[in-house]
């Protein structure tokens, strides 16, 4: 049922990809015309367009690295191939920049849908939705280009000649826009999909929660009080309206990204991805790696299993793990594709504030006995997948005995939060058959792998993208929006009210008594003297780790600096102020040569 609703708007976008989808990759201000939208399926076609070139941006590796690299919660993984994005260093606007252009050509399209819709024959409220779909989606770009460049061309009318000048408007300007679409778009758009917008497509509480997003951004960069009251008052509006909305938690945080969900209660707003080729990019047994609009998303958080599980890995003199013999593990659609771009931050520093500790165990995910979001999170056990024989003399084979290790029974690799002595063969003087391997020695290449967004249903065809969506917006949002609006409004009583609810989500366990699920969210509870900004970020770490929303969480609350030369070791050295913007394409400013030129950001 679920998938069928999924592929009403995807449909569209495959029937039109000679037309709509052809123009807007090429120039839609010099193809599309306004005969185009002189249909109802001109109009719709528009806005198919533009959910299908969302779907080209998250899931996909260059913007995926783009909101979460260069951040507190990620460092490189070995084959990450370097860049600037994770480190700064050399950070320009020839190496950054991936949805620039398209934002700008589905917002010409959008323009046109706004301007040659209102005249179209279709029922009031049919047009009513359709326009708003427009407004919401020319905001949902908008919103994301203001957080990330700052000033930008602030464009509202269907351009069809083409132009070699171009400007930027200021920020405040840009807001106000974003403000007005979104409050417009809720008014007319319902509480829950409805045809042919079916799926997760924008309703009326995701266009509610971007505009709280856009009120609470906004009122950090003036420190306006009315903003965060605004941004306050909406999140508590869409949880007192979620039954209307047909939203809600699911009990158990891990049930969240169970892939049978993926549709559910909790899901706001997706990025479609479909098995059918026909409605998408998806190629069965292509094993495709990239482009396309396909979703990696399970790959790339993936460390190297296969080929750096060798049965007698060993710790080497200087406390690094060395790894030998024949492997553990062999490739399979339940743990993933390697892709090993990008891994938690589990650097331990040495000395200065944070000594002895890491950020990902110390700071983020701290009370793990009690938070389930952890352990639902992460891989910590591979089970054997393939036999293996390991014999008493093989070399670097500490352990003096010899097995074989068996299918779907035995443990190949554990990943204890906690240190093990004897590890990576022993558990202090057991003999352990796979290997152990506690934070010490985490790296670059074996760490545990991000679990949330894992698609088992690849089969044999396991190298394959993903067809899951990708989840933009979760309803445990609004709860972290909500109280990150009150502590800025001065409340900190209801900020850590709603951050109660999410925390005592997090320490339900199906396999607790209800004794011991009641303990647990007691624990989980905190009081309002508890709550900061640090502590809400670390809260939506533990929340919405590998979401896509770091960089422009860090951004936002002006942490990104501060907390990047607290706890990312790669890039301290290279983070400076003017990095809270990025920098703006040089495409973009190459071809501006009429008028004035096309500024860059400062600092680039």
């Known amino acids: 049922m679920k998938t069928i609703k999924v592929l009403a708007i995807l449909s569209l976008t495959a029937l039109l990809s000679t037309g709509c989808e052809k123009i807007l990759e090429e120039n839609p201000q010099s193809q599309i015309v306004p005969a185009y939208f002189n249909s109802p399926s001109g109009v719709l076609g528009g806005i198919a367009g533009v959910y299908n070139d969302i779907r080209g941006q998250w899931g996909t590796e260059g913007f995926t690295v783009e909101m979460q690299a260069g951040t507190d919660d990620f460092l490189q993984g070995v084959s990450s191939g370097g860049g600037p994005a994770y480190t700064y260093n050399g950070l320009n606007g020839s190496n950054f920049g991936s949805a620039w252009g398209i934002a700008f050509q589905d917002i010409n399209t959008l ?32 919103f994301y280009l203001v957080q990330t460049w700052g000033d930008v061309p602030l464009n509202t009318e269907f351009i069809t000649v083409p132009s070699q000048a171009a400007s930027r408007q200021p ?40 505009l709280a997003k856009a009120y609470l951004t906004r009122g950090w960069l003036n420190n306006t009080a009315a903003d965060f009251t605004q941004a306050a008052t909406i999140c508590a509006d869409i949880i007192a309206n979620k039954s209307s909305y047909g939203l809600d938690l699911w009990q158990d945080f891990g049930d969240a990204f169970v892939p049978a969900n993926d549709y559910g209660k909790e899901t706001m707003f997706v990025s ?42 060993f710790k080497s003199a200087a406390g690094a793990y060395v790894n030998s013999g024949t ?23 040495p000395s200065g504030a944070n000594a002895g500790k890491n950020y990902f165990l110390d700071q983020a995910f701290t009370n793990r006995t009690v938070d389930s979001r952890f352990s639902n999170s992460f891989y910590t056990v591979y089970i054997s997948n393939t036999s293996v024989t390991n014999t008493a003399t093989a070399a670097n084979n500490k352990r003096g005995i010899g ?4 299918v779907g029974a035995d443990t190949a690799v554990w990943m204890p939060d906690f240190e093990v002595e004897g590890a990576p063969q022993f558990i202090g003087t057991r003999p352990f058959k796979g290997l152990v391997v506690p934070p010490s020695l985490w790296d670059n290449g074996i760490f545990p792998s991000l679990k949330k967004f894992m698609d088992p249903s690849r089969g044999a065809n ?18 972290l929006t909500g109280a990150e609006a009150y502590l800025k409004a001065g409340d900190a009583t209801k900020a850590a009210a709603l951050l109660n609810v999410v925390r005592q989500r997090a320490a339900y366990r199906k396999t607790n008594t209800a004794a011991q699920n009641t303990a647990a969210a007691t624990a989980m509870t905190i009081a309002a003297a508890d709550v900061t900004v640090d502590f ?4 939506r770490t533990r929340e919405l780790f590998g979401e896509w929303q770091r960089w422009h969480d860090l951004v936002r609350t002006r942490s990104l600096v501060r907390r990047v030369k607290a706890w990312n070791p790669e890039a301290a050295q290279y983070i400076q102020d003017f990095h809270m913007l990025r920098p703006i394409p040089q495409t973009q400013i190459d071809r501006v040569v009429e008028g004035p030129k096309f500024p860059q950001n400062p600092g680039y």
């Open 327 to 349: 492997s553990l593990m062999i490739r399979d659609s339940q743990y993933g594709r390697p892709y090993v771009r990008m891994r938690p931050n589990s650097y331990k520093w």
């Open 403 to 406: 097995y074989t290790t068996v």
């Open 462 to 479: 396991f190298n394959d993208p993903s067809t899951r969506p990708c989840v933009l917006y979760r309803f445990a949002d609004v709860y």
């Open 536 to 539: 809400i970020l670390d809260e």
């Open 111 to 142: 323009n046109g849908v706004l301007k040659y819709g209102q005249t179209i024959d279709l029922p009031e409220t049919t047009r009513k939705q359709y326009l708003a779909q427009a407004k919401f989606l020319r905001a949902f770009w908008y």
């Open 171 to 210: 920020v405040a300007q840009v807001y106000e826009q974003i403000i007005k679409d979104l409050t417009e778009s809720a008014t007319d758009l319902p509480n829950q999909p409805t045809a042919p917008f079916l799926g997760k497509a924008a309703t009326k509480p995701v266009a509610q929660l971007l």
């Open 272 to 313: 479609d991805h479909v098995l059918d080729p026909k409605y998408g990019y998806y190629k069965v047994g292509s094993g495709e790696s990239g482009g396309a609009a396909n979703n990696l998303t399970p790959w790339f958080t993936t460390w190297n299993y296969p080929n750096n599980s060798g049965i007698n890995s």
